[in-house]
Every structure is written in C-alpha cells, then in structure tokens.
C-alpha cells in the first residue's frame, strides 16, 4: 500500500469486467485511479465501490478511438488527480468475425478501438509525463490471441497482434524517457465481453452458451476460466516497483493456453 501512496494511476475501460477489476485493485494497491471509460454509468459505480472502501478516484468520460478525447481525458485526470505515473490502455471491443464477414465498418472499428486507442494512450501518456518532468508505466491490453489467431476472430486477433508489435517498439523508443512499456495477455476471462464472444459463437453454431464457452475454454491447463482478479494481480506487478526492470513484454495471464 505504502510503495503507491500518491501515485495515480488512468484506466480505460475502467467501467465493468477487467478494467474495473484493475481499478479495484490498484485503489487497494494504494493509487488514486482515473476510471475512463464512455459509460459513466458503470464508470460512477465503480467510483462508489472504490470511495466506499476508503481509495480515491475520479470519472473521466473518454472514447479511446479519439485522439482528442484521450488526451483530455489524462490532462483532466492531472488536473483532478493532481498527478500521473501509470496509463492502462485497457478498452477493447471483440466482435465475432468469421473472415468472409469482416466489413470496412467492422475492421475500422476495432481497429480504431483496440489499436488506436492504445496508440492514442501512449502518445498521452509520454505528453503527460514529460510536463510533470519524470517517467512512468504505461500497460496495454493484449490477449493469448494477440499471439496465437483464435478461429472467427480474425480483426481481434489482428489487432491484438499489433498492440504486441506497438508494445515492443514504444519499450525502446520511450526507454530514454524513463518510460516502460508492457502488456497483459488474458485468455479467456469470465466478463461481459467473453460472455458475448461465446453466446455469438454458439449462436453462429446453433449450440447452446455452455458449448460456445467451451470452445475457448477447453484448452486451458489450469482447467478453469480466469477471473478478472487473476489478470488484475498480474497489471498490479506490472504498475508498482517490483516491475521497474521489466519492458517490452506482453506477459500471458492465461491459465496456461499459449505457450511461448
Ligand atoms: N474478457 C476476456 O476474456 C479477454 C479480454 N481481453 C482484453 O481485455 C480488455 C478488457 O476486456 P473486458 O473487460 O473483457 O471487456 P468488457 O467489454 O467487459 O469491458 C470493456 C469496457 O471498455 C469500455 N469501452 C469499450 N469501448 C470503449 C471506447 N471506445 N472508449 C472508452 N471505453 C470503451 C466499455 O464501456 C467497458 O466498460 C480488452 O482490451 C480485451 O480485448 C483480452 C483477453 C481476454
Ligand atoms: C476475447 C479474447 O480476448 C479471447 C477469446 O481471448
């Protein structure tokens, strides 16, 4: 807790499933966290979860595929949060995608999503750190698709591949900024996006949810579906000091499904 205190931490996504896990755990860690996300909805309940227990957070209304958008929603996080030493590029979007049936529409969109908001996010963060004068963390969302292609999903695996490629290129570029940059790989994470991928799937299939679970799940060592907790104990690691080492890695939180 001590080794955090006055730190502050910008979570995109921060709204419901991973995000809002990593936000919990930071405010617990001892950050003040900035929930960005474009539901405030979501955004105000996990602001009153993280008050109740005592932490400090603000809601930032963000749209990661925005440039605009992400670069005030940091310099607004500065403004409230007083500060900023860790950006997590964590909002993404996972639609089924059977390769014939991948659109202009579809493609930019989680492209714009997946891929620019963590571009967008880097760029603010470098900003941001730069005006107060020292480095930081900054810890993108990646998947074990961004290192293997998941059958019908091909834009998202694209994408995540590329947020792998973007993770390792912005580690040398912003190492002599005192900048680190990594990823977190979850597998297959029981929240309202993997609920979705597997209920399209099956009905895709005209199987039942259990089944469209099953197709992702079954290939896990660790024999059960991961939490979000599981992921935010790895993003934990990577935002405190035990880290400060670690860079340019996309680390796979996943049960066990890929092995590299
Ligand atoms: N759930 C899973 O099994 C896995 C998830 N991931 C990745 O983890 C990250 C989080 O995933 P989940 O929590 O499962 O997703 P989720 O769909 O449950 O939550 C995503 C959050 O991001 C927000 N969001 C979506 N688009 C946004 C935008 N344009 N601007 C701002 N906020 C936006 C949503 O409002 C929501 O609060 C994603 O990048 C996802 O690709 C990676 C591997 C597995
Ligand atoms: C949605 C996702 O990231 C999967 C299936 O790994």
Redesign the pocket.
């Known amino acids: 807790m001590d080794r955090n205190s006055g730190k502050v931490a910008f979570v995109?996504?921060?709204?419901?499933?991973?995000?809002?896990a990593i936000a919990l755990r930071l405010a617990k860690d001892g950050f003040a966290v900035a929930l960005?996300?474009?539901?405030l909805t979501?955004?105000e309940s996990v602001r009153g979860k993280i008050e109740t227990a005592g932490g400090k957070a603000c809601v930032v209304e963000?749209?990661?595929?925005d440039r605009d958008s992400v670069f005030a929603a940091v310099e607004t996080t500065v403004k409230e949060l007083g500060g900023l030493d860790v950006v997590i590029n964590?909002?993404?979007?996972?639609p089924i995608t059977p390769i014939e049936s991948i659109t202009p529409d579809i493609y930019r969109r989680v492209f714009d999503?997946?891929v620019g908001?963590v571009l967008w996010g880097i760029q603010a963060a470098v900003k941001a750190f730069k005006e107060l004068g020292h480095g930081g963390k900054i810890i993108n969302?990646?998947?074990?698709?961004g290192h293997i292609g998941n059958p019908e999903l091909a834009a998202?695996s694209g994408s995540?591949f590329a947020v792998r490629g973007i993770t390792q290129t912005a580690a040398r570029d912003l190492a002599p900024l005192g900048i680190t940059v990594n990823a977190y790989?979850?597998?297959?994470?029981?929240?309202?996006?993997?609920q979705?991928?597997a209920q399209d799937l099956a009905d895709n299939a005209g199987e039942s949810f259990d089944w469209g679970m099953e197709q992702f799940a079954r290939n896990i060592t660790l024999k059960r579906v991961?939490e979000?907790d599981d992921?935010a104990a790895c993003v934990a690691f990577l935002a405190g000091p035990d880290s400060d080492y670690v860079t340019g890695q996309s680390i796979l939180v996943d049960g066990g499904m890929v092995f590299t």
Do not use: F, R
Request: aromatic content about 2%; proline content about 4%; some cysteine.
């Open positions: 995109t996504g921060a709204g419901q499933g991973i995000g809002e960005a996300d474009m539901n979501t955004a963000v749209d990661v595929a964590n909002a993404g979007v996972a999503i997946n908001g969302a990646c998947s074990q698709a998202y995540k790989c979850p597998g297959i994470v029981n929240t309202p996006m993997m979705k991928v991961s979000a992921v």
